[in-house]
């Protein structure tokens, strides 16, 4: 559910379960749902915010790098995906809707960016088209950056769309076929960033990159802040190890209104057919015990994402989601919205 609505429905069962409209007139139920409806379809907002002048991150993909169903997967996390589908498994990407410079931004290209881009434009009446005004990459892995190939000649074509990255991201993107292709053909243009050095992409967003361990075999990796009129975001898709950052997880939680963070593997069972040693990433489980002393409010700001095709948290009704729940953490689910 988007954070930003949780109050309105409550209001409505209050109403409802206590048969309060029946005592009310005509004229106060449709006061009631003046005040009521504004809220509910368009989030929390003061008497001098219009709702269409917001800033929102939507969660357009939750899914690793090789989505789900994973390329000839015969466990029984992707048996059936194979002949049925489910929408909501995309790989993981976050869309900015800027309302009132009407503009949209795309964190992650990933392979479903066609999707992924039409999904964020419904989000943005404002736009004519599907094309977002800027692109933030994480780093080289192939979930994060593939999705650029849709903006080649060979598929939209399209004209300088910017698109940030680290220097080490930055060069391999310029020096490597096919992307190189892009960057000569104009449909991209390559914007450099710098650790922790902040972009103020309009008067109410900025976004800050900073780098974490991980496997940096073509490129740096980094998450990113992103920062609204009134909140903000955390955003760190890939991490070797917590304890391998030069900075305190939970000081960073703290710090921000949501986290979505690394869940790629939920445990060590679930990934025993591969060497974890090639490819780290923080254990659910670990992650849930580290920030076990911290509040219940600051719990409720953790959202997992990033989910291998054998994570059970893909599983609404698996075991591991409840307990992942009990304990005050969030899972991150495609179509959540953060209101900034």
């Not at 009446?125 to 650029?148: C, M, Q, R, W």
Request: hydrophobic fraction near 35%; charged fraction near 25%; include cysteine.
């Amino acid at each position: 559910m988007n954070p930003t609505l949780y109050s309105c429905p409550r209001i409505f069962a209050y109403f409802i379960t206590t048969n309060t409209f029946s005592l009310l007139k005509f004229t106060d139920i449709h006061l009631v749902l003046f005040l009521l409806v504004p809220r509910l379809f368009f989030g929390q907002f003061s008497p001098s915010e219009s709702p269409n002048e917001g800033l929102t991150v939507h969660v357009l993909g939750t899914v690793q790098d090789a989505g789900s169903p994973h390329i000839a997967c015969e466990k029984k996390c992707c048996a059936h995906l194979f002949e049925t589908g489910d929408r909501s498994r995309k790989v993981v990407s976050l869309g900015i809707v800027d309302s009132k410079n009407n503009k949209t931004f795309l964190i992650e290209a990933t392979p479903d960016m066609p999707k992924q881009i039409r999904d964020l434009r419904l989000n943005a009446p404002f736009k004519e088209n599907d094309y977002p005004d800027g692109v933030f990459l994480t780093h080289a892995h192939i979930g994060h950056y593939s999705g650029l190939m849709y903006l080649g000649k060979e598929a939209a074509n399209t004209k300088n769309i910017p698109v940030y990255t680290m220097p080490k991201m930055h060069r391999f993107l310029r020096e490597n076929g096919p992307w190189g292709q892009l960057v000569a053909n104009n449909n991209i243009q390559l914007i450099q960033t710098e650790n922790e050095k902040a972009i103020t992409v309009s008067e109410q967003l900025t976004v800050i990159p900073f780098t974490v361990p991980h496997r940096d075999e073509y490129s740096e990796t980094v998450g990113y802040k992103i920062i609204g009129p009134n909140k903000t975001l955390l955003f760190i898709p890939d991490i070797d190890k917590w304890e391998k950052w030069d900075k305190d997880i939970k000081e960073e939680v703290k710090n921000v209104d949501y986290a979505l963070i690394d869940a790629t593997f939920y445990d060590a069972e679930e990934i025993n057919y591969r060497d974890i040693s090639e490819i780290p990433h923080p254990f659910v489980i670990e992650s849930m015990q580290l920030f076990q002393g911290l509040s219940i409010s600051e719990k409720n700001k953790i959202h997992f994402i990033h989910f291998n095709h054998t994570n059970p948290l893909l599983n609404r009704d698996s075991e591991q989601t409840r307990k992942v729940l009990e304990e005050g953490f969030q899972i991150a689910r495609k179509d959540m919205v953060f209101k900034l």
